[in-house]
């Protein structure tokens, strides 16, 4: 299982800071921050803890099996991320 950023992300990282495992991405001074529109897990890399969603300050964090219909789209688009990461990562070596 993993947990899912949905569109409702400001960007302000407190999740970040909570995460006990370094997976929610880009970070602040990553040169994707800016532009990106929302953060994201590696569904690869979570733990299933939910320190995250007590973090976030607009409830934008669901666990996989929770996320409302309207956003069943995020799950797809969180691990999406991580996929074009690790290729340009590999185009880039
Ligand atoms: S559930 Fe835990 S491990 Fe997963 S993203 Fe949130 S804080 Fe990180
Ligand atoms: S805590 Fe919530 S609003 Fe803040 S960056 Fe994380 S998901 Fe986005």
Do not use: W
Request: proline share 8%; with cysteine.
């Amino acid at each position: 299982m993993t947990y899912v950023i949905t569109g409702s992300c400001i960007k302000d990282d407190s999740c970040i800071e909570v995460c006990p495992v370094d997976c929610i991405h880009p970070k602040p001074g990553a040169p994707d921050f800016e532009t990106a529109e929302q953060l994201y897990i590696d569904p690869a890399v979570c733990i299933d803890c939910d320190a995250c969603v007590e973090a976030c300050p607009v409830d934008a964090i669901f666990a996989e099996f929770e996320v409302p219909e309207k956003f069943a789209y995020a799950l797809e688009l969180n691990a999406d991320f991580f996929a074009e990461l690790s290729t340009a990562e590999r185009t880039a070596a």
